[in-house]
């Protein structure tokens, strides 16, 4: 299998360079060749719990790895779990919940990030390289990133957060990790300044030659892949094709959904819910794709205006037309806003959520069935019970309740979400480095502590 992008101007890459690589060099993002097909063999993978099924799948999308090195890949991304299938599907009145936040840090991101640590270390590994990842995180996707690369040999980890503008919980999941190869930043500055570093810090193409700087951002085909695995675990489960509900912010956990549909897995519809950020919802109602001001939410995870991994579902709606893609993407960097005729094959819908309904969703489904839903699977459950589709649905759980309590107990009235792992971060020892949010800082660091 051979990865193109979706600009056209890369030559094709094998799997392992594609995960190298991570943004294609012409500024697309690397999908494969083509899809395989489930089609014939629905019925013998049906059996497989979630790993075998991920050992089934991966084989169709790397021939650069061996089929046993991958399953191990998969053991060792998924041992550390706390419930016995990685994931696991629960009622939660006339919806079904997928809980995809049993991981080391309570979110989904662990699915894809556990499994891409280990995939990066086994890939430099056999190529005798190093990595330096460089990230900038208001949140989730910093501590889920380490907690995926902690203690692997080959790879150093930096990240930089806006000192005192993320929460403690999340702070604590970071700074509490004592491997010697993760090294947190506690930048003087709001995240945008952390982002304008980040895009400063890899420009300079000398200095990111030199340490071998490379980002675990969203863009990553490994991450995607890797969420294609639940999708199709639970999709086998439902006697009839299942439509998914997804919180949605990057676009990256629904474009899984809809790769797993094209792969013929029995899904019915993706509802793409987001929260105020509605670019999204907008562009699945009209067409217009347009560039609005950031707003901040009870959902953080979803704060997202422009989503990097929707330039892949273009790629499919204008049947690989890389040219009209480009004047799509063009268009929208000039204006901030491009249009094209509205998806209308039925694979996607879309709905936007307030915090008012997020809330009212949190305390409505509590009250009804007794569940506990974090304020981004909160989104899902609102979006779900506007859809009233007709096939089974399935709400993606995307965080455990107790990664945000203010907001649990603010719908709730009380304070219901605690989770152990969390509990036993307060009090623990830290480590960060508190630094100007200066470039020639942040870079001097890197300079003396990367190995
Ligand atoms: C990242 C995240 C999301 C959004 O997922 P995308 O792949 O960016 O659409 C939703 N919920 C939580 C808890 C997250 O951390």
Redesign the pocket.
Known sequence: MRYISTRGETEPLRFQDAILTGLAPDGGLLLPETIPSVAGELESLRGLDFRALAKALLPKFVDDIPAADLSALVDQAYAHFDCPDVVRLRSAGAVQVLEL?HGPTL???DIALQFLGRLFAYILKRRGARLNILGATS???GS?AIAGVRGQPGIDIFVMYPKGRISRLQELQMTTVTDANVHCLAVAGSFDDCQTLMKGIFADLEFKRRHALGAVN?VNWARVLA?VFYYAYASLRSPAPVSFC??????????AGYIAKRMGFPIARLIVATNENDILAKFFASGRYRRGEVRFTV?P??D?QV?S?FERFLHYHLDGDSEALKAFMADFQASGEARLPRPDDGAFLATAVNTEDTLAAIGDVHRRTGYVA?P??AVGLAAAMRMAAPDPLIVLA??HPA?FPESVSEALGASVATHPALEALRGRAERCASLPAKADRIKAYIEAQAT
């Open positions: 936040f979110a989904f991101k949140g989730d996707t889920a969203s969420q997804v919180p949605t912010g990057n676009f990256g956990n629904v474009f959902s995870a979803m997202i989503a991994n974090d981004h699977t995307t965080a990664k």
